[in-house]
Structure formats: structure tokens, C-alpha cells
């Protein structure tokens, strides 16, 4: 597709379910970044992938996230046991990277995956 | 400290009226700056980037980088209703690594 793609766009999950959200990138960005936006709040920082390397995972809020992107293209961010604080807009980021002629630092956002745990 | 800030406004300009949003960062080794908008229940989208200290115009935008006070703006020039959203300030932190945002200030014009 044109754009970055986000499944699935809303999730529920009662308080201690495991849940996966899926990215698939623009083709050819070889960089994929995750972001958890809490309402009001600006989007923060989990996770970075430069083709299948994870190079930052320092935003994970704790062991219970885990992202992975093992063919260096569709990534999913796996949270276990959630809890409510977990509920949020999970964004997926795609980019060029540093270095190559097209990077601007742009960043090309999906529609994100909404996740509410009760 | 947070690494990026900005004041959550709400900022209320009058159509037409210029809008000025600020950010300051505190990596002084960060190299190159954004302004995302973001509408309530969509995704943030590029406005701006700046690299250079100074100005750079793109229509009725402008942003401006202060390295030196560590502070990036972005005016708006004849603000119109459409301008009404969230303005996300971003910064790639000096390991390259990770986009920051700040927590985005809420813009509102009215007619």
C-alpha cells in the first residue's frame, strides 16, 4: 500500500490479556519506530528498527512490551498481561534513514491501533 | 525535565491574526527540528523541518531555531479555522536514534 498500516485500529482487552498489534511500513523505509500516545499527550518514544536490528528499545515502559521485526518489514508490538495504564493510541512510524538521499527525518505515521483495557 | 517542552495552551488566535508556538529542548546536541499537526483523532502529519539557526518560510509557516537558547518556534500567518489542531514540536536526539515530541500544544482559531 501507499501508507503505513496499522491493524487492528481498536482493541479491548481485559485487564491481564496479551495483545498483538501489527505494523506494515511504506516499502522501502527501512526504518519503523513505535510510539504510545495517552490522550492529550504528544506521542512517545518505545522502540526503533532499522531494517530487522532493534537499535532502541529504551521507551518500553517495562518487560511486559516487546516489538520485534523479524523480516525487516511488518512489525508487531506485543504487550503481555496488560493493565489499564497500558490503554492508549499505539502509533507506527516509518522512515528513510539517516544517511540516505531521500532522508529528511520525516516521519510517515499510520492510523494507529487504539487500545482500551478494562 | 522533559527532553522536549511546550506549553499545552489552549492558544485561542483570531482568524487571520499571526499564531506562535514555541519549544524549547534540552539535547544540545540535537541537529534537526519538526513541527507535526495533529487533528483530534488522527495522526500527526509533517509541517516543518529546520536544521539551520534562522528562519525558514514555507507559505504561510515559518519556523525558527535558536541553537544557542535551545528553542524552536513556528508562526503562523493568517491563521485559518483549518489551522486549529495540535502542534507537535520533534527533535532527533543527538544519538540518532529516537524522534522526541513534546507534548503539543492546542492550537484554536476563531472567526
Known amino acids: 500500500g501507499a501508507g503505513v498500516s496499522q491493524s487492528p485500529r481498536y482493541k479491548v482487552a481485559k485487564r491481564g490479556q496479551d495483545v498483538a498489534l501489527r505494523c506494515d511500513p511504506i516499502?522501502?523505509?527501512?526504518?519503523l519506530f513505535w510510539y504510545q500516545q495517552a490522550l492529550g499527550q504528544g506521542p512517545e518514544f518505545l522502540t526503533y528498527?532499522?531494517?530487522?536490528?532493534?537499535?532502541?528499545k529504551s521507551g518500553l515502559p517495562s518487560d511486559r512490551f516487546f516489538a520485534e521485526r523479524p523480516e525487516g518489514s511488518v512489525s508487531t508490538l506485543k504487550i503481555q498481561r496488560t493493565q489499564q495504564e497500558d490503554s492508549a493510541v499505539y502509533l507506527c512510524?516509518?522512515?528513510?534513514?539517516?544517511?540516505?538521499?531521500?532522508?529528511?527525518?520525516?516521519?510517515?505515521f499510520g492510523e494507529g491501533s487504539r487500545l482500551t483495557v478494562l | 525535565q522533559k527532553e522536549v517542552e511546550q506549553n499545552s495552551g489552549p492558544l485561542s488566535v483570531p482568524e487571520g491574526a499571526i499564531a506562535s508556538l514555541n519549544c524549547t529542548y534540552s539535547?544540545?546536541?540535537?541537529?534537526?527540528f519538526f513541527w507535526y499537526r495533529q487533528y483530534s483523532g488522527k495522526s500527526p502529519e509533517l509541517i516543518m523541518f529546520?536544521?539551520?539557526?534562522g528562519d525558514k518560510e514555507d507559505g504561510r509557516f515559518t519556523a525558527q531555531l535558536n541553537k544557542a537558547s535551545q528553542y524552536v518556534s513556528l508562526l503562523i500567518r493568517d491563521s485559518q479555522p483549518s489551522d486549529s489542531a495540535t502542534y507537535l514540536c520533534?527533535?532527533?536526539?543527538?544519538?540518532?536514534?529516537?524522534?522526541?515530541f513534546g507534548s503539543g500544544t492546542r492550537l484554536s482559531i476563531r472567526p
Open positions: 512510524a516509518s522512515s528513510h534513514p539517516p544517511r540516505q538521499r531521500e532522508y529528511t527525518g520525516e516521519l510517515f
Open positions: 516499502s522501502g523505509h527501512v526504518s
Open positions: 528498527f532499522q531494517n530487522e536490528a532493534q537499535l532502541d
Open positions: 539535547d544540545r546536541g540535537s541537529q534537526s
Open positions: 529546520i536544521y539551520s539557526n
Open positions: 520533534a527533535v532527533i536526539d543527538s544519538s540518532a536514534s529516537k524522534i522526541i
